[in-house]
């Protein structure tokens, strides 16, 4: 089966990510949220807990590209999450969708597409990046696509570049991990959890900061977060 060449980008917009997510198969009793400060309290006050999964939304530059490949830290588990490799333009935000339910497979329902790609096609190294993978990014594409009508602002044509990107944090087995597609080696270990909430993590919010500080100040009003919770609905 061919790849499509790209996709339309999702918008960054609770909404829409909350309805592809369910139709992949995430329980309706969860939501994304818009995460308006790491450290504000009274914004924090507001937000539903736990926060199972965080994605941000950066503007890329060469500083970013360049690093890519660099920092690597490796950590001692074995059942290492599973992380997909990138291979559709302009869809990183259904990769980082993918990386934050698969990681949390408990808060798929029982049957859904997502969950029985990863029960049919489990990986010893949890790397996804294969022609099956590829099969699968195809197969939910149209979803993909049909769900980027939804939001607010135009969304730009599948071929335009694209210089914003989505990228997802999430904790498993007691370790914090920067899930990227675009990374040549996989999911980056950022250390060990300090909290099961990643809302409170440091490990997450000190990377947050790390993209922010190697940002120009107008790249910074396009950085955007959302999170995986309980829904409030």
């Not at 993909?144 to 969304?155: D, F, H, I, P, R």
Request: proline share 6%; charged share 25%; glycine share 4%.
């Amino acid at each position: 089966m061919a790849m499509p060449r790209s996709v339309v980008p999702l918008e960054s917009n609770p909404e829409v990510f909350s309805k592809f997510a369910q139709r992949l198969g995430l329980s309706k009793q969860y939501a994304f949220s818009d995460i308006y400060s790491l450290t504000d309290p009274d914004l924090l006050a507001f937000m539903p807990r736990p926060m199972k999964a965080i994605i941000l939304l950066f503007p890329l530059n060469e500083f970013f590209e360049s690093s890519k490949s660099s920092d690597i830290k490796e950590d001692s588990d074995t059942n290492k999450p599973a992380w997909f490799k990138q291979s559709v333009r302009n869809a990183c935000g259904l990769y980082a969708l993918i990386h934050a339910m698969s990681n949390n497979r408990e808060l798929l329902e029982e049957g859904s597409k997502l969950g029985q790609f990863l029960e049919t096609h489990p990986r010893s190294d949890s790397k996804y990046a294969d022609d099956q993978t590829d099969d699968f990014i195809v197969s939910i594409s149209e979803l993909y696509n049909e769900t980027s009508a939804l939001g607010q602002t135009v969304a730009p044509p599948a071929d335009e570049e694209v210089d914003l990107h989505f990228i997802t944090y999430i904790e498993k087995n007691g370790q914090v991990y920067e899930m990227d597609g675009r990374r040549p080696n996989g999911a980056k270990f950022l250390g060990k959890s300090l909290s099961e909430d990643l809302l409170d993590e440091p490990l997450v919010k000190n990377r947050i900061q790390w993209y922010m500080k190697h940002a120009t100040e107008d790249m910074k009003l396009n950085f955007t977060l959302l999170g995986l919770a309980p829904s409030w609905d």
